[in-house]
């Protein structure tokens, strides 16, 4: 590609800061490495290949994925060891099936249910398909899992014991509640219950026989505030790769760790309301909001100077699917901003604004130097 400057882009669009990737990608490795556990990326966010590899330090190694569009997507590019981290159902399994064997890898499977665990032992031998296999346990999010108490965790381990071709392998366990506080000493209690819960929980399993049960846990806050992982085989965490507003204002992250930006121009002047005109709106932004919880008034992002990201003082006051607008007190900001001129947002959420976009425009020096695709849909 040729190297660009941003204003040579087509707006709005994604623009991942490579440097700041990196230094938070190294971050995590390093804290994973000295809580002696492995690093397994959720890479729902970037769904890009180079940035899993940036993750993983240019290495091809476990990553987890929330889409069988990812997962197929990661198995394409040499990835062996996926974890698809969404609750399984039998009519996904052929797809499952093939993928497996047409890219020759594993992809370990998601139940916290009797009902699946039958179907998946049935499907195992009527298609002479191995499958890897985890029970969910709700460590207190209250979303999908198996309380660790729960006797239904001794009757699936029963299932699996009547067929070779599937393999119980563990438990996971996802601490999604760390993201509503900002105080720190819950998130260290969250973090200890996500890990005592799942270690309590494999206690329940019936003759297991692979050796070691595997305990697999992960959100990024917990990773950072756990005050120790023993036991713990693995880490799934992903929004650290990126950061955003959400996370800045909890105190987990700082703003400048935040490495992607919706680039968007400035395509008309509202002066009866005071307003700016953007040409990045729902689509381009999402319409998350959740950093304004500890982060009052930061609307649906924050507006930066094109070249150096510090913030203006502005922010995304309201948005249409292709509008945005920023709401001015003084007046001498149509001037500092005029029309076709280049603001960078820092978006509130990254996972759902980079889903409104098919490619990162990698920042190196000021510079786009180069464009990665990303995979969407399902």
Not at 28 to 43: Q, S, Y
Not at 81 to 86: H, P
Not at 149 to 172: Q, R
Not at 302 to 323: K, R, Y
Request: hydrophobic share 40%; glycine share 6%; aromatic share 8%.
């Amino acid at each position: 590609m040729k190297i660009k400057n941003l204003e040579e882009l087509d707006t709005p669009c994604l623009v991942l800061d490579k440097t700041r990737l990196e230094k938070n990608c190294s971050f995590a490795r390093e804290k994973c490495i000295g809580l002696n556990t492995i690093l397994r990326p959720h890479v729902k966010t970037p769904k890009s290949i180079e940035v899993a590899k940036i993750a993983l330090d240019n290495e091809v190694g476990p990553i987890t994925v929330s889409t069988l569009e990812e997962a197929e997507y990661f198995a394409s590019a040499g990835f062996k060891d996926i974890l698809y981290a969404v609750c399984i159902i039998p009519r996904k399994f052929g797809r499952l099936d093939f993928i497996q064997k047409k890219y020759n890898c594993v992809i370990r499977i998601v139940i916290d249910s009797i009902l699946i665990a039958k179907a998946i032992v049935d499907y195992s031998k009527l298609h002479s398909t191995k499958f890897e296999i985890f029970i969910e346990i709700d460590c207190g999010e209250g979303r999908s899992g198996l309380d660790f108490e729960d006797k239904k965790i001794i009757e699936i381990s029963k299932v699996f014991n009547v067929c070779d071709k599937t393999n119980l392998m563990g438990v996971l366990t996802h601490a999604g509640h760390s993201y509503l506080t900002d105080d720190k000493n819950e998130i260290l209690s969250i973090a200890n219950k996500e890990r005592e819960d799942a270690l309590a929980a494999v206690k329940h399993f019936s003759n297991f026989n692979h050796g070691d049960p595997l305990i697999s846990i992960g959100s990024t806050p917990t990773m950072l505030f756990a005050s120790h992982l023993n036991n713990i085989s693995e880490v799934r965490a992903g929004i650290y790769m990126f950061w955003d507003l959400a996370q800045a204002s909890r105190g987990i992250c700082k703003i400048e760790d935040i490495a992607v930006t919706v680039l968007a121009s400035v395509i008309g002047h509202n002066h009866q309301k005071n307003k700016i005109i953007i040409d990045a709106g729902a689509l381009a932004l999402s319409k998350d909001f959740s950093a304004n919880k500890f982060m009052p008034e930061v609307g649906y992002g924050l507006v930066c100077d094109p070249n150096s990201v510090e913030a203006l003082g502005l922010t995304i006051s309201e948005i249409h699917q292709e509008h945005g607008s920023i709401n001015i007190s003084n007046v001498d900001w149509f001037d500092k901003l005029p029309i076709g001129s280049l603001v960078r947002i820092l978006p509130n959420h990254s996972c759902l604004t980079c889903a409104g976009h098919s490619s990162y425009n990698i920042l190196e020096n000021n510079m786009i130097t180069d464009s990665w695709e990303r995979i969407n849909g399902w």
